[in-house]
């Protein structure tokens, strides 16, 4: 039974999405949503850490997770656009980029290439927690304007999103030394 409690996790964590974005649209003050962001967010570290403890890390797993960050992230992006918590022009590419993520993952596997994030990538996603954070906080407090700062974060976040994207592009049109050789 263990077995599965990675992929318990992973599943929470993505249920989580629809539910903390359905409590901003709801009007649930923003500590709320925070505090909610800041435990689904956490599983993205446990779940990874009892597939590996438990031994039973598996390619469904890596899925389940990939899966499960883009339906937390997408369902919060969404909320905030239409809450009006942050701007289009940011939650908009940010919805847009993970939809071009999976449908370029399918794309790339379907071509029998492995999809493997750069590290620009991985800054994205760093910064994209940190700006989802902040604008889920949505409170003053010490008096800073914290939906200006998630903003001006998730700015950060889109540019390298931008700048991964075109290394992923790269990646497609030029093929790795390895593929190359094969």
Same mark, same amino acid.
């Given at each position: 039974m263990l077995r599965h409690l990675p992929n318990a996790v992973t599943i929470t964590r993505g249920l989580c999405g629809p539910l903390i %974005? %359905?409590?901003v649209l709801g009007g649930a003050s923003g500590p709320v949503a925070f505090f909610g962001f800041?435990?689904?967010i956490a599983t993205d570290l446990v779940d990874g850490a009892l597939a590996r403890r438990l031994g039973v890390a598996s390619e469904t797993g890596l899925l389940l997770d990939a899966?499960?960050?883009k339906v937390l992230t997408g369902c919060l992006w969404a909320s905030l656009w239409s809450a009006g918590w942050c701007p289009w022009w940011l939650a908009a590419p940010m919805l847009a980029r993970d939809a071009l993520i999976a449908v370029g993952w399918l794309?790339?596997?379907r071509l029998g290439r492995v999809w493997s994030p750069n590290l620009t %990538?991985?800054?994205m996603v760093t910064y994209e927690g940190i700006a989802l954070a902040v604008l889920l906080f949505h409170e003053?407090?010490?008096g800073v304007s914290w939906p200006s700062v998630g903003v001006a974060i998730?700015?950060?976040s889109l540019a390298f999103a931008l700048i991964s994207a075109l290394g992923y592009v790269r990646a497609l049109v030029r093929p790795s030394p390895s593929e190359r050789a094969g």
């Open positions: %974005g %359905g409590a800041i435990v689904a899966v499960a960050d794309f790339w596997r %990538g991985r800054l003053p407090w010490l998730g700015g950060i």
